[in-house]
């Protein structure tokens, strides 16, 4: 579990009234920030609006997130949980590289037919990079455990013989991770000309010897 | 000239009144806005609160830039232009490849000096993904303009020889610019761990059969 499910876990309202009513408002009025999040950014939703597109008092709303962050936090957290069950198995970084980055790959195809995701996720990477916004500790944790899992995958692939001779393992998680995420700026702008998955699989076709599935 | 500083001299007041002290008035809220929205973003900028920045009233304000959009329009297009003088001499592609991406490589280290230039960028392009912000029409052309330069180059390195045999020409723009892009975010985000030039030179020197200066 990362830091912020841990968060919510410990602080979060509606945890100890597990019924299903209320986890189905809860997980409404995630999917509505998740939707207000992604198009105007975080700093710029508001929660009477949010209150209101889910038919909800603000009482209501606050009743499940009694603040913006805490609502910020849950939404990241379903996001990341959901990406790693369906895409990484039980969320610890797999040891075997192919099948790492043949998830990764599949993860960009799927983010390709969610463009809610990936406005998502570019706009609040962004705005957090401000030390002063609240999911700053999150997206920083973030990245240094996307970097660290992706080297353990490029590191298997190294001491396995499967990367090209001209490639130089130190670092490519910074620039393969970079890759995906510029990738995204430009499909967002332009979906028509830009195919994400394609640029990645023809990335990883120049650094790894053998095809991915 | 680009369509915006285009639309700029065409509509933009002051244009006709170009004395200097309303041009260092002129100056000084381009610079309020811009570390405005490279911190809070264009949506959740206030004019007000710019106006007060700059120590003139809201009429003041509204003299020089009627609508917020057209001061996006300002900053945006003083951003490029000065971006183009200074590292890419006339503003038009440069045939020569090797010069071209001396120069990127310059502009980036640049960047790494400025996290306010890059911060604006980074999120004003996420948020420019949706369809009616009104620098959605500005950044896709910008993006095309940079692919299109960014392309011209790597074909001319390609004619003279100068790229390794592994390298696969097509596409390599879009990968090169999200690169760039993507190393951003990541720099913003921990910027002692990320240095972003090297980053580049390292990418380039696995493309590129010499050594840029």
Chains 1, 2 share one sequence.
Not at 109 to 114: G, L, S
Not at 182 to 210: C, F, Y
Request: some cysteine; glycine content about 6%.
């Amino acid at each position: 579990m990362n830091e912020v499910a841990a968060s919510r876990r410990q602080h979060g309202p509606g945890a100890s009234r597990n019924y299903p009513k209320g986890e189905r408002r809860r997980a409404q009025i995630i999917e509505a920030a998740f939707t207000a999040f992604g198009t105007v950014g975080y700093r710029n939703a508001s929660m009477l609006q949010l209150a209101a597109a889910c038919g909800v008092s603000r009482a209501g709303l606050l009743h499940h997130f009694p603040t913006k962050e805490s609502l910020l936090e849950a939404v990241l957290e379903q996001r990341e949980r959901r990406d790693d069950e369906r895409f990484f198995g039980t969320g610890e970084a797999t040891r075997d590289g192919l099948e790492y980055f043949a998830s990764m790959l599949r993860l960009v195809a799927h983010n390709q037919d969610h463009p809610g995701i990936v406005s998502l996720f570019a706009l609040l990477s962004s705005e957090a990079s401000a030390p002063d916004h609240p999911a700053h500790p999150y997206f920083v944790a973030r990245y240094e455990r996307a970097r660290c899992a992706m080297q353990s995958a490029i590191d298997d692939l190294a001491h396995r013989g499967l990367l090209r001779p001209h490639v130089d393992p130190v670092g490519l998680s910074v620039d393969l991770l970079a890759l995906i995420d510029g990738l995204q700026i430009q499909w967002l702008l332009s979906p028509h000309d830009i195919d994400m998955p394609e640029r990645l699989r023809a990335r990883l076709r120049d650094i790894i010897k053998v095809e991915l599935p």
